[in-house]
């Protein structure tokens, strides 16, 4: 099998993936800022990172994750006044709506996911060192701040010049050295958060928490920091001034994930385009939204618009499909097994559009089995689809997408009393009574059951459009 290449930002080329340690690989990804409920822009970094730890850990390598939470910044403590409620509640509100949308849709829990607030102490430990090595000073107002122009490598990541940057706008520029100077640790407005530090009361900037949580969970170097293209600046390209000036080797490789955009624009809550997950889980299921997410390169931008939403769930509903045909035929669902073709693909930078025609290949090889009753196909068609949907979380055979077990007395119910009025359409199309078979067949699709006739007798699903929407 082929070796696995990545893109870095840093670099900007695609390269062998050559651990620190052989055999393991070490990760920290930029989590959420917990202030609003999540969007699709937000959980795309979650599913897109997500992949990658899946085909890390299949090829292999034991898997540290770190995903941090952001509960302590300006936006958290503006939206709690505007929302009535302690700034603590409203993140902690927040990141269980994080949890949630990751949990639909089958983001794996991380290694650990340690909050900003809980690691105060490791980012003053941090800081002080910081001012110890010269690369930070505090002006006596009780923020600190770090000084930009020591260090030659600032900018490398985003490409820029630091001349031609705007001022930081996070104090009072009368207290910094440089107006490009941002702040470590910034000082206690009256009715905010604080924590006690050498130089005053206060509460830490947004860049300090990664280089401090990275540092304690993952060593002074690590192999791959990822994040939204957004983040590369000013917050990953401050992450790198401070671990550097600190002395750590820190990330020695930078993955981003293009964004999710609306009408050509990038979702944000700003531009009022954002689409909450929440609410687009009342019309696909969690599976079909992370199938859709899931689907372009994540370097990709990936334009959302309901009918690209609706295709995307119809196909992978007859990927769905086939597998419950074949487990069905066969007795039995067929262990997952990766092709070549689908290592050879991931190995190229996670190039999953070129994963997907793989999996299309082989439903379309899987069905001509069927139609042929060839179980040797049928096998061999499923155990790579599922291999693959394994790799890419969406195997609907997965527990975390079974709401509940197929021995449900419900579902065993359901599906009992939709095969009695299957068979009562069979027996009157024997008797070539259509009015009956007919009204029987748009009675049910009428409460959103849809009838597929297949070699193996009439198949059942529920429509997505029209559940839920009852009363």
Request: glycine residues 8%.
């Amino acid at each position: 099998m082929s070796s696995l290449k990545l893109y870095d930002t840093l670099s900007r080329t695609v390269s062998e993936f050559i651990p620190l340690q052989p055999g393991k690989a070490s990760i920290y990804l930029c989590g959420a800022t917990v202030q609003a409920p999540p969007h699709i822009g937000h959980i795309r970094s979650g599913v897109n990172f997500d992949i990658l730890r899946r085909w890390l850990v299949k090829s292999g390598y034991e898997t540290t994750f770190i995903r941090n939470v952001t509960d302590i910044d300006d936006k958290i403590l503006h939206k709690a006044i505007h929302e009535e409620m302690p700034w603590w509640a409203l993140a902690l509100k927040y990141e269980r709506a994080f949890t949630d949308a990751y949990s639909a849709l089958n983001v794996l829990p991380p290694t650990y996911e340690p909050r900003a607030t809980g690691h105060i102490t490791q980012m003053i430990d941090l800081i002080a060192l910081l001012i110890e090595r010269g690369y930070a000073y505090a002006p006596g107002n009780g923020d600190v701040y770090l000084e930009v122009r020591k260090l030659s490598s600032y900018l490398t990541l985003s490409n820029q010049n630091l001349d031609d940057l705007l001022p930081a706008q996070d104090a009072d520029e009368t207290f910094k050295r440089d107006v490009r100077d941002f702040a470590l640790w910034k000082a206690a407005k009256a009715g905010d958060p604080y924590w006690p530090t050498p130089w005053g009361n206060g509460r830490p900037g947004w860049h300090i928490e990664c280089s401090a949580m990275a540092h304690a969970y993952l060593g002074a170097e690590f192999d791959i920091h990822g994040g939204g293209l957004d983040l590369i600046f000013p917050h990953h390209e401050n992450e790198i001034a401070q671990s550097e000036a600190a002395g750590y080797g820190f990330a020695k490789r930078w993955l981003h994930n293009a964004w999710v955009t609306a009408s050509g624009e990038k979702m944000s809550k700003s531009l009022g385009n954002s689409l909450q997950v929440a609410e687009l889980l009342k019309s696909v299921r969690g599976i079909e939204l992370r199938w859709y997410l899931g689907s372009a390169h994540y370097r990709s931008m990936l334009e959302y618009s309901p009918a690209a939403l609706e295709e995307s769930a119809i196909g992978f509903r007859r990927i769905e499909s086939f597998l419950v045909r074949a487990a069905e035929i066969l007795g039995s669902q067929p262990e997952p097994a990766i092709s070549a073709e689908f290592a050879a693909a991931m190995n190229e930078d996670l190039a999953v559009p070129q994963a997907l025609a793989g999996i299309s290949e082989q439903l379309r090889l899987g069905n001509s089995a069927i139609t042929e009753n060839d179980q040797a196909g049928i096998k061999s068609a499923a155990s790579f689809i599922r291999g693959a949907l394994e790799v890419l979380g969406c195997d609907p055979f997965d527990p975390a997408f079974a709401s509940a077990s197929t021995n449900d007395d419900v579902t065993a119910a359901l599906d009992g009393t939709i095969k009695l009025a299957l068979s009562q359409r069979e027996a009157a199309r024997a008797r070539k009574d259509f009015e009956s078979s007919d009204a029987i067949r748009d009675g049910l699709t009428a409460l959103g059951i849809v009838i597929e006739d297949t070699a193996q007798g009439p198949r059942w699903s529920i429509s997505r459009k029209t559940e839920g929407s009852g009363s």
